[in-house]
């Protein structure tokens, strides 16, 4: 379990750190407001993916909680993207509103961390599943 949990992290920051440093790089221009703008959304998508998935290793050793799993996954990628809303509204909706290449821009760490989570919960159910 202790191996699982480092491979893990270690692709996490491997990922993570290559997409954030990447992402300013490949940026057509560069803004001085944007770049600790990115770097709030992709330390919120990374730490709030890696908490997800250890809870879901911690989870699924449980049987009980182990059937509700894909349910539990479902609310809190919701919960997930209200509280993404929440935090970057000024930046998105409200008055500091940003052009929509940039808001777009914003997503990109959703699309880099939402295919690991998957990937890394599938296989957590998958090897449960096998076990059973």
């Avoid at 379990?1 to 790089?25: C, D, E």
């Avoid at 908490?51 to 509700?68: E, M, P, T």
């Avoid at 990109?108 to 076990?131: N, Q, T, Y």
């Amino acid at each position: 379990m202790l191996k699982n949990i480092l491979i893990i992290i270690v692709v996490f920051l491997f990922v993570g750190t290559t997409s954030y440093f990447l992402h300013p790089f490949l940026l057509v221009e560069e803004h001085q407001f944007f770049v600790p703008l990115l770097k709030k959304a992709y330390l919120f998508h990374f730490s709030f993916s890696l908490i997800l998935i250890l809870a879901f290793i911690i989870l699924a050793r449980y049987d009980k909680y182990f059937v509700q799993l894909g349910f539990i996954y479902m609310g809190l990628l919701v919960f997930k993207i209200v509280v993404f809303a929440a935090l970057f509204y000024p930046q998105l909706l409200g008055e500091n509103l940003l052009s929509s290449f940039y808001r777009a821009s914003l997503l990109i760490p959703v699309i880099v961390f939402l295919p690991l989570e998957v990937i890394f919960i599938s296989k957590i159910m998958r090897g449960k599943k096998a076990k059973i």
